[in-house]
């Protein structure tokens, strides 16, 4: 079965600093990576996604760049966080079905920005 | 420009009747429709799908109706439990080459009370 890891969990991290969070997938081959972003009180905006290795797609301008290195990982990074870059970051993969994709989340990671 | 909408940010509703939540969508290339389940502190769960081929799908508890006329799409939850106080995302994608990217709405919180 998939399975879906990222890390770390919890972060906090000072204004300025560097920031990378990495997720992995298990269990399944070429998948559609994403990278979401829940703000307090918000919902889940769409970062980043990559059909393929090397091949990333940006939907917001903002502070962050993501990388696939390889199949099945995929890294969330920035080089200077900011204050509003602090949020519930989620990585996710997805199933292709003759209908559509359904994506499956991982456990997500704090980010908290001081 | 919000493609997914949810209008309610929560709902209450007594334990054993029945919980509607509400989408709406701007989009009519939207041809997939997905429900998810969050808690506090976790990735969203996959609870439901429907294809724009369909108008109904069901699947124990839950059901999902579309109504593509209308753009509009709803889960109902009957009878409504106790664990299923969470807060509930609709989200949508496109064909082909935009079947990759997957837009949430900005979620609804639902508590169910005894």
């Known amino acids: 079965s998939q399975t879906i890891h990222q890390w770390p969990a919890t972060l906090v991290q000072p204004v300025g600093s560097p920031l990378s969070l990495e997720c992995t997938v298990e269990g399944t081959s070429n998948p559609n990576l994403y990278w979401y972003r829940q703000a307090a009180g918000r919902g889940l905006q769409l970062l980043f996604y990559?059909?393929?290795?090397?091949?990333i797609s940006s939907e917001v301008p903002q502070n962050l760049s993501a990388s696939r290195p390889q199949d099945r990982q995929f890294i969330l990074s920035s080089k200077k966080l900011l204050l509003s870059d602090s949020g519930f970051y989620l990585c996710?993969?997805?199933?292709?079905?003759?209908?559509?994709?359904?994506?499956?989340f991982g456990e997500g990671s704090w980010l908290t920005v001081v | 420009d919000q493609q997914v909408k949810q209008n309610s940010p929560s709902l209450s509703v007594q334990e054993g009747r029945i919980s509607i939540l509400n989408c709406d969508y701007t989009n009519s290339m939207f041809d997939y429709f997905l429900w998810y389940k969050k808690y506090p502190a976790e990735g969203p769960t996959f609870l439901i799908s429907?294809?724009?081929?369909?108008d109904k799908n069901e699947d124990g508890r839950f059901t999902v109706f579309l109504n593509k006329s209308a753009k509009h799409l709803s889960l109902h939850i009957v009878p409504s439990q106790p664990g299923d106080s969470a807060v509930y995302f609709c989200?949508?994608?496109?064909?082909?080459?935009?079947?990759?990217?997957?837009?949430f709405g900005s979620g609804t919180r639902l508590s169910i009370r005894p």
């Open positions: 990559s059909v393929g290795i090397g091949q």
């Open positions: 429907i294809s724009s081929i369909k």
């Open positions: 996710a993969w997805a199933s292709r079905t003759s209908s559509g994709n359904t994506i499956y």
């Open positions: 989200a949508a994608s496109g064909p082909y080459s935009s079947a990759s990217k997957i837009i």
